[in-house]
Structures are given as structure tokens and as C-alpha cells.
């Protein structure tokens, strides 16, 4: 295959996790994404609209423009992935997804707060996480190259949990020295550094390039030390249609393999449902909360120490017992801190009335609570994301790999569309940001429910011998 050895491969492939989270970490979730709520809401109440209805449409504009993304990723995955098995070149996909990468990431400089363009701006987004995705997905499609079945879950933890450090690290240098909240200082009260202006909200803005500067230089060891096995072929009109043939006849067999069909409808609701959660998390604290983009920040940091963490452990756990129950525990974990985010108001947690005044430092009980569930999806959603592609690698056909995980991306990104857009019209419709996150408990329990009907070990031999 190649003269490098496995382990230099093995850290090049996880040098991408380390490489793409910032996109995660602080476009989609921490960062940028509560930044254009912020904006465009307060847009919004300068055109005459009230707080709340103004918080719950930036919402949902959010959300339209992720299932958009979510979109346009389902139509493309699984043709891409079947194309890339019959050929067996997966890198070429790899080096023109991290370029969407990088041009929709250094996009979001334009959003300047005065001219702001909803439409560039979101353009710009939308092109950067369809490349992040892509990109993901046709790397995950290695991770049977680098290890056995028992090897890979720790493997992928071990991925995972290296993200998340970098995603932490990332988090922690743009909320001390790039980002700024309203004052326009950031987090240990400096100005936004190299020559930025703060009122032109330049420190924020630059997370975009930022991310994109780090993803270029963390996939080098990537790009010089990840190789691919087996035979490579030039693409080619016959063999594009071969490998449409190819996806056609498995969409076809989907039914005689019941394990992998459950569990890709499982992890279409679940990954789903996690997803909303990171996605609209931040937005929900500086809508219901009050919370500035640099609080969102800290709320970061502790979630993605939690989710390092317990995605290191979750490997170990994976490799022992099997992916199954570490997601199902997962999930678990993930609606009761649903249900608890969805309940948090100023006033109120559970239900409960509480004291609006100074609970932990300028923490009132309704942040502090934020702060508890946030820490729960942290660890809990890094843990699940982990066994789930381990999960995949048991479920599916060893001779269609890549194509399993564009299968994949379709089962994560089919309701990608979907949950968005019902958090988008429960959010609208509702004007209420807490009423409109409350979909996301819905997907939880059905990826749960279809879990029962998953094989911890996937189908037999014979099944598959028999569905090909």
C-alpha cells in the first residue's frame, strides 16, 4: 500500500479531526452562529419588531439555512461515496471538499454588522459546512484502513477526543484574544488584537478566516502521511455508472439487512437531534438568557473539556463493550439534558421558580443549570459521535466502505433538513426560542427506539452473501 508506517498514518488521519473542528466549535455552535442571531435580531428590533419574536425569527433563519446545507449533503453523499468505491480514490474528494472548507470559512469576514448581507453571509456558511461535511465524511471512510474491529473504537475515541482539544484550544485563543462582546473587549478585557476594531466587530468576524488558517496548516500531516489501499482507478464515465449501479442495488438490499437499515434511521434522528442541539445552543442562551458571544464562549469551553473527555473514555468503553451501549447510554443522557435546557427560562428550571439574582459570581441559578446541561450534551455527545462511526464500520459491507458512510452522511443529514427546519417553523410560529428547540426531544426518543432492532455486531456473513 505505502512504505509509511501505520502509525504516522493513524495520527494523519486524526489530525483532521483536529484540523475541521473549529468549524464545529466556533462557526456553527459558539461563536459565529450566536453572532449572526445577535446581529440579525437586533436588526430586526431597529426595523420595529419585539425582543422575542425578533430572537425566535433569527432562529429560524439559522435554521433554514442549515437545512439547506442539510440538503444539498443528502442528494450528494451517498452518489459521492459509491463513486469513490468504484474508483477507490477518496483523497481527490478529500483535497476539493477542504477547499469549500476553507472559501466558505474565510467568507464570514464579510459579515460586517452595519451592511449586513443575510444572504452572503449564509452563502459563505453554507459552503464551508457542505465542505466540512463532505470532507468528514469521505475521511471516515479510512478508519478501517488503521486498525481492526476491535482496534477502531479506540481509534475514533481517541479522534474524537483530539478534536476536541483542538476545538478547545481554538476556542480558548479567539474568546482571549480575537473576540469581543458588547463592550468590545474579550474574555480577560483586552482589545481585539492585531489592529482590530472592535466596533466594526472585526476580532469576531476573524474567527472565519481564523478557522480556515487553522485547517490548512493541522491537514498537512494529513495530506503528506494518509494513503489509500487497493487499486486506484481514473474516473470515468463507465465506471461513475458502475458506481451509481452499485448504490442503487444496496438501497435496493436495505431491507434484507435490517440491523444496518435500523441503525442508519437510528442515527439519522439521534445525530440529527445532536446536532440541533449544538447548532442552537448558543442562540438559545443569548435569546432566552440574555447571554453575550463571549459567555456563549466560556459555556464552550466547559462543554468540549466534557466532551475530550468522556470521548477518550467512550473509545475505551467502545472497545470493551461495543458500541451499542455506550450509544444508548449516550442518548439517554442527551434527552434528559434536552428536557432540562428546553425548561430553563431567567425565572424558572424544571418548572421550578428561581432567584434571578447572583448565584455563582454574576451566574444567576437559570445560568448555572445552562452551565450543568451543557456539560451533559458535552460529554454525552462526544461519546455517541465517537461509537457511531465504530458502530457503522460493524454495520456495514466491508467491500463498500466508502459508500456505507455516504449512506451515512445520507442517514445524518436526511433529517439534517428537517430538524432545522421544524426548530425554523416551531420558532416562527410559536415566537417562543424555547418552544421552537423542543423537536430535538422528539428525534432522540424515535433514534432510540429504532436501536432496539440494531445487531451489536451487525449482520452475519450470510446475510451478507446473500443480499449480494
Known sequence: MTDIPLKKRVRGWMAFDWASQPYNTLLLTFIFGPYFASIFSDRLV???????????????????????????????APVLGAVADSTGRRMPFIWTFSALYVIGAAGLWFAYPAEFNTTLVLGFFVIGLVGMEFATSFTNALLPELGDRDEIGKLSGTGWAIGYVGGL??????????????????????????????ELREGTRSVGPF??????????????????????????????????????????????????????????????????MYTFGGIYAVGVLGWSVVDVGVFGILAIIFGAIFAFVGGRLDSRYGPKPVIVTSILALILAAVGIVSISPMSVF??????????????????????????????????????RTMLVRQANPERMTEAFGLYALAGKATAFLAPALIGVVSAVSESQRIGVTPVIGLFLLGLILLLWVKPEGEDEEVWASAT
Open 46 to 76: 431597529a426595523e420595529g419588531a419585539d425582543t422575542e419574536s425578533a430572537n425566535a425569527h433569527a432562529q429560524a433563519v439559522w435554521g433554514f439555512a442549515l437545512a439547506i446545507a442539510g440538503a444539498l449533503i443528502a442528494l450528494l
Open 169 to 198: 484550544i481554538a476556542l480558548v485563543f479567539t474568546l482571549c484574544i480575537l473576540a469581543e462582546n458588547e463592550s468590545g473587549k474579550t474574555l480577560i478585557g483586552l482589545s481585539p488584537a492585531f489592529g482590530l476594531d472592535a
Open 211 to 276: 478557522a480556515a488558517l487553522w485547517y490548512m496548516v493541522f491537514m498537512i500531516p494529513f495530506f503528506i502521511w494518509v494513503r489509500e489501499s487497493g487499486p486506484r482507478l481514473k474516473p470515468s464515465l463507465a465506471i461513475v455508472k458502475h458506481g451509481m449501479s452499485d448504490l442503487v442495488a444496496t438501497l435496493k438490499r436495505l431491507p434484507q439487512t435490517p440491523s444496518l437499515m435500523s441503525y442508519l434511521g437510528s442515527s439519522m434522528l439521534y445525530r440529527d437531534a445532536l446536532n440541533g
Open 351 to 388: 418548572g421550578i421558580m428561581v432567584p434571578t439574582d447572583s448565584l455563582i459570581g454574576p451566574l444567576s441559578t437559570a445560568d448555572v443549570a445552562f452551565y450543568l446541561c451543557g456539560c451533559v450534551v458535552g460529554a454525552a455527545g462526544g461519546t455517541v459521535q465517537a461509537a457511531s
